[in-house]
């Protein structure tokens, strides 16, 4: 069974951790690196190089031999550059390690090329990566050995955030700044930070490697663009929660083990709804920490499962007809003394601080619907939002039955007087011990549910990072929070003036909230009617984030420029027009080397069989079908192919970015749909050993 695994010993082993640094600095300086992770603050060049030095000891005896500033460009995924701990040798030939606090705190990539929107032009190519201090530096093993990470933020030259870190930040300073305002009205002062809290359930497939190298599509996509459905899909519902496979469980140990090292609190591993596919679920931490993790899960899944000869596909929907990966965002409020302030207590009712804090969020929401909206809008999450197996493109809030029960009551009178209970469920199995409820049940097709202590934002992407959405989330919550801030600051009569706000806040937003089934048609006509915005795509979600609206929200609390704002979205669009430019000329390239030459040399085979046997003098029906509709299909499939090439050249002389986003979404996406049909059908219908690369049968089934 192998090695026995000592938890206790491994968790952290490969993270710079409080504790280490305690051991390794002197008091003095270990007190100034403490203060500004829980004060903020800078370290002076001084003290900055006793921290390289122990960090740098620390990293070498434990076999590292460079170093990185490790950060989260526009692209999505992390980005590193590797320097080794050397410097000149001296005047005898030695090595000389080195590491100054200078190389700890600032790193200065190449900003031109990575996405920038605008911000910077070719030719200006300085930016800086800077020492994320509340986030610890780990070693990261892999074939190039063992390096020291250094978590960092990226701005460019001029100062403007070049990366989904800083943002981050930037809100979490303002979200507890507007959040002890609450708590002080309340009369709390013991409290002196207010934390977001985060935890990412990530859902992933796995495909076997050699039959995932047969497959253009997945190379250069991540998601099959051709395929017919198998046999089998997840109607009988027997992959979720079944038996993990033994190459499956195999994958998910070591994944397990890698993460544990790297500090990562990994918990909950189990089968997903679609044939291959899996979640990972860990415990909740302060977000950018948990931002930062989630980004090792994402690496670490794809490097393990290389190790085991899968590939990891954390596309939003590799498969077509089963259910896609998302990322649920698990957000919620926790102040230093260790108090969660979406708690409800025993009698939410009574609870007024839970109260006003609910009834801002409801706000946050309903108010800006559009950027949150946006906040989790990808390529991906276009073929998976709304498709009847995740939340609808429509934000909205579930609550469940006893909030809104008290809800109802504070919207009608002003004063809740009840809460509903939750019960016992008997079981009528003598044996088997009565289970207390919870008060409320789930709804899975809410894109923002609350769960007990916290709210669940289920639209992320299962490819996106955490920073877009929990930005926003910390955003258009502490603006809500210091609207009420300003008015209870002001008011004679404190306990009224609480009241009458949590009334008119759920008055006025309550549209904002739906217990109901998210998938249902009628809920999309409800919508409507509530005046809700439903946005089908990505590139039409991109006007929310500078809409007059967004741009003072981000200005005032100084989370975004209008000119940060502006260059995100060019990024969205040359993202968008980008990818689907990609898979347009990946089916290009499938259909034209591949599916169509195998269908013809099976045309052919197939067309010398019925020569023969007429020859033979028997009468034939079915060959002759047969080969009509392939012949029928592979023209259908030509004609389709020669109209995309068309469109791809026109593509390519469109030179305003919105403009050609919109022209792949509206033009070359449904050309591509109609390529993929007549391809799909024939798959269906051609001999199996004829066919190019491995079916979804052979994919999603055997590994």
């Not at 955030?161 to 930037?170: G, Y």
């Not at 809740?416 to 079981?427: N, P």
């Not at 033979?616 to 259908?636: K, M, N």
């Not at 499939?637 to 403009?659: G, P, V």
Request: hydrophobic share 40%; proline share 4%; net charge negative.
């Amino acid at each position: 069974m192998g090695d026995t695994i000592r938890l206790e010993e491994l968790f952290g082993k490969n993270v710079f951790t409080i504790s280490k640094m305690k051991e390794r600095l002197p008091k003095s300086v270990f007190k100034s690196v403490r203060d500004i992770i829980l004060h903020g603050g800078e370290l002076s060049l001084a003290e900055a190089d006793v921290v390289a030095k122990a960090m740098k000891d620390w990293a070498m005896e434990n076999g590292a031999t460079h170093y990185t500033h490790w950060f989260q460009p526009l692209t999505g995924i992390t980005a590193e550059k590797h320097d080794a701990f050397i410097s000149a040798p001296d005047d005898e030939g030695h090595m000389v390690t080195a590491f100054t606090g200078k190389d700890l705190i600032k790193g200065e990539p190449d900003a031109s090329s990575f996405p920038s929107g605008g911000l910077r032009s070719t030719f200006e190519a300085r930016g800086y990566t800077a020492w994320d201090v509340t986030s610890p530096a780990f070693l990261k093993e892999s074939g190039t050995g063992v390096t020291l990470c250094i978590p960092t933020a990226f701005c460019s030259y001029t100062g403007e955030a070049l990366d989904k870190k800083t943002p981050l930040l930037r809100s979490m300073e303002v979200i507890n700044t507007q959040a002890l305002r609450i708590l002080r009205l309340f009369g709390d002062t013991t409290a002196q930070h207010v934390y977001t809290s985060t935890g990412a359930e990530q859902e992933y497939f796995l495909v076997d490697k050699a039959k995932y190298l047969k497959r253009p599509d997945l190379i250069f996509c991540g998601r099959t663009l051709f395929g017919a459905p198998a046999p089998k899909g997840q109607e009988m519902e027997d992959h979720y929660f079944g038996v993990i496979r033994e190459r499956v469980g195999e994958f998910m140990k070591d994944l397990n083990v890698e993460l544990w090292k790297l500090g990562v609190p990994a918990k909950t591993q189990h089968n997903e709804v679609a044939p291959g596919q899996h979640e990972l679920a860990p415990v909740y931490e302060t977000a950018n920490l948990a931002t930062d993790h989630n980004q090792l899960v994402m690496e670490a899944m794809k490097r393990v499962a290389d190790h085991h000869n899968m590939r990891c596909l954390l596309h939003e929907k590799p498969f077509a007809g089963v259910n896609g990966s998302g990322k649920h965002n698990n957000w919620s409020l926790t102040t230093d003394t260790g108090i969660n302030l979406l708690d409800p207590g025993d009698s939410p009712e009574r609870n007024v601080r839970f109260l006003l804090i609910l009834s801002c969020i409801v706000k946050a929401v309903d108010v800006h619907a559009d950027l949150l909206r946006q906040s989790a809008a990808d390529v991906g999450n276009d073929l998976r939002l709304g498709a009847n197996e995740a939340p609808p493109a429509i934000v909205s809030i579930f609550l469940g039955e006893q909030l809104e029960d008290v809800v109802r009551q504070l919207i009608e009178t002003g004063i809740a007087k009840r809460h509903l209970e939750g019960g016992v469920l008997k079981t009528g199995v003598s044996t088997l011990p009565d289970i207390t409820k919870d008060a409320t049940d789930r709804n899975r097709t809410s894109p923002f549910a609350f769960t007990g202590n916290k709210f669940e934002f289920r639209m992320v992407g299962s490819s996106d990072s955490m920073a877009g959405s929990t930005t926003t989330l910390n955003a258009i919550v502490a603006e809500a929070f210091s609207d009420a801030a300003d008015v209870l600051e002001k008011a004679d009569n404190f306990e009224l003036a609480v009241h009458d706000l949590i009334k008119e806040n759920l008055t006025e937003h309550q549209r904002i909230i739906f217990d109901g089934n998210g998938y249902s048609e009628e809920w999309v006509k409800e919508a409507e009617r509530r005046g809700l915005p439903n946005i089908p795509s990505m590139i039409e979600a991109a006007d929310a984030l500078t809409n007059q609206k967004s741009v003072e929200l981000f200005e005032r609390f100084g989370i975004f420029t209008r000119k940060e704002l502006e260059s995100r979205k060019e990024i969205i669009y040359e993202t968008y027009a980008k990818t689907i430019n990609i898979e347009a000329l990946t089916m290009i390239d499938m259909a034209a080397k591949e599916i169509l030459p195998a269908c013809m040399h099976y045309e052919r085979d197939l067309a010398d069989t019925i020569i023969s046997v007429q020859k033979a003098g028997a009468v034939i029906h079915a060959e002759t079908e047969r080969l009509q509709g392939i012949a029928d299909r592979i023209d259908e499939a030509q004609t389709a192919l020669d109209h995309l090439r068309d469109l791809e050249n026109k593509a390519n002389a469109i030179a305003d970015e919105k403009e050609k986003a919109f022209f792949y979404k509206d033009e070359i996406k449904p050309a591509m749909a109609a390529l993929r049909t007549p391809c799909d059908v024939l798959e269906e219908n051609v001999d199996k050993a004829a066919w190019p690369f491995p079916t979804y049968e052979d994919l999603m089934f055997e590994l």
